[in-house]
């Protein structure tokens, strides 16, 4: 992991002149206003929603988006032939994304609920949630090498992400809700206002860690398969 110091400084670098710091300051923004024009009452519901939604949609978003202008630029193709793994590569988008992923969610939060929530559940939910979204956002991306082709399947994709919010708003009753990916984060985000017990809680973060590690293998042999042994690029 030598190289990822200097690859987090490329990324944070890439991340401002994509525009993504400024759109993520859009969205604070916009969220902060809709949720301060709720009720009390509901605003916890409301706030887990926003918060579960927003993370699923926009980190896929996000690495896609970059991962989509890294290739159109060579610069994918240039740390293919630099002595770069992959590891560095995705610990580097990983922890540059989800580090900004915290810090607008900690900013919707405070701002819109004020400080009376659980920092420690709310950390605990937000963290993994962004990791898995970007792992699946690297998953789905990895074969295509223009917007206009990926964007077809974006919504399969985040479909997958958001899919516990059947059983949050009580629309689906299923123990098959438990495979989705992202349950758990639902679960520790809820609980960030008080909707979760200890022993729920504690089983959600052993259900993130294994889908975490199920994602990881399943993007790195992508990413192997459709931009490494293409010299940085892709298929579609």
Do not use: C
Not at 32 to 58: I, K, Q, W
Not at 60 to 69: D, E, N, S, T
Not at 135 to 158: E, K
């Amino acid at each position: 992991m030598k190289h990822l110091p200097a690859l987090l400084k490329m990324d944070f670098r890439l991340q401002v002149r994509y525009g993504f710091l400024y759109a993520a300051l859009f969205v604070v923004l916009v969220w902060v206003s809709l949720m301060r024009a709720l009720p009390r009452e509901v605003l916890g519901a409301a706030v887990t929603f926003l918060v579960f939604a927003d993370l699923g949609a926009v980190g896929l978003a996000f690495i896609a988006g970059q991962v989509l202008f890294e290739k159109g630029e060579r610069t994918l193709y240039a740390m293919m032939i630099a002595p770069v793994t992959f590891a560095e590569y995705l610990a580097s988008k990983l922890l540059s994304l989800t580090a900004l992923a915290w810090v607008i969610t900690i900013m919707v939060v405070t701002a819109s609920y004020g400080p009376g929530y659980n920092l420690f559940m709310l950390t605990a939910g937000t963290i993994p949630m962004s990791v898995i979204s970007l792992l699946v956002g690297l998953i789905a991306v990895s074969p295509y090498t223009s917007v206009s082709n990926f964007i077809v399947v974006i919504p399969l994709y985040v479909f997958v992400l958001v899919l516990p919010l059947l059983e949050y708003f009580g629309w689906v009753r299923s123990p098959l809700m438990y495979l989705a990916p992202t349950r758990g984060s639902l679960v520790l985000l809820r609980g960030a206002f008080g909707g979760a017990a200890g022993w729920e809680a504690a089983g959600a973060v052993v259900h993130q860690a294994v889908w975490i590690a199920v994602l990881l293998y399943l993007a790195s042999a992508r990413f192997e398969r459709y931009v490494i042994a293409r010299g940085g690029g892709g298929a579609i």
